[in-house]
């Protein structure tokens, strides 16, 4: 079975500051990982995904991840934090395999940023 | 324009009464899902349809009930309301033979039960 560990209920950084979500996976073979950001009071809006190839993703908004199969992770990073960023974002994983699979979210990080 | 609708957007309803919520997609997908996000933000998948056939079922009350019309619609309804069925209904779609198998979401569906 698949599942996904957000550590980390609530972040904060400075405007300008480094983000680091971090999210670690666990499932028996290598599954595909995504991330997905909520604004207030909408709904999740996919930020970016690995499937193949690359490990590096980038996404949108500035946001890229690192799939790292020997630490089981996939952790969310952008380089400088704007206030916008404020909101909750969620790191999720389906089995790599074909037909229809379920997703598994995370529980989720909030992410705060300070002016 | 919105890729996923729901209607309607908030919903304030009695213990023991029915209600229903719907959505449509307008992005040509074969998947559709209900997830339910509680207070604390945590996402949980309640069904699945795929051209409207039940795909996934998860461990969700029997009062609650999807139907799939046509594979562009995908409807929840909720008999005998209770309190712990306050919460966030999101639905969402995706393509499923593709290989991205990302999920989009409509804007969610905020039910308070008094």
């Known amino acids: 079975a698949q599942s996904v560990t957000q550590l980390g209920s609530h972040v904060s950084v400075s405007e300008g500051a480094l983000v680091l979500l971090r999210c670690n996976y666990s499932?028996?073979?290598?599954?595909?990982l995504f991330w997905y950001v909520q604004y207030p009071n909408q709904g999740l809006q996919l930020l970016l995904k690995?499937?193949?190839?690359?490990?590096l993703v980038k996404g949108i908004n500035g946001f890229e991840a690192e799939f790292k199969k020997s630490e089981t992770s996939f952790h969310l990073t952008k380089p400088s934090a704007h206030m916008s960023d404020a909101a909750e974002y969620f790191c999720?994983?389906?089995?790599?395999?074909?037909?229809?699979?379920?997703?598994?979210f995370g529980t989720g990080t909030k992410l705060q940023v300070i002016p | 324009d919105t890729a996923v609708s729901q209607t309607p957007k908030y919903l304030v309803t009695q213990m023991g009464n029915d209600k229903s919520i719907k959505c449509e997609q307008n992005?040509?997908?074969?998947?559709m899902y209900w997830y339910k996000q509680d207070s604390k933000k945590f996402l949980k998948i309640m069904f699945s349809?795929?051209?409207?056939?039940?795909?996934i079922n998860e461990t969700v009350p029997n009062r609650f009930s999807p139907k799939s019309p046509d594979k562009a619609h995908l409807n929840l309804h909720i008999n005998s309301l209770e309190l712990g069925d306050s919460a966030v209904y999101f639905c969402?779609?995706?393509?499923?033979?593709?290989?991205?198998?990302?999920?989009?979401f409509g804007p969610g569906t905020r039910l308070t039960v008094t």
């Open positions: 690995y499937t193949t190839g690359a490990t």
């Open positions: 969402a779609s995706s393509q499923g033979g593709s290989s991205s198998y990302e999920q989009y």
């Open positions: 499932s028996s073979v290598p599954p595909y």
């Open positions: 349809y795929n051209n409207k056939e039940l795909i």
């Open positions: 992005l040509g997908h074969d998947t």
């Open positions: 999720a994983v389906r089995p790599n395999s074909g037909g229809y699979q379920k997703v598994t």
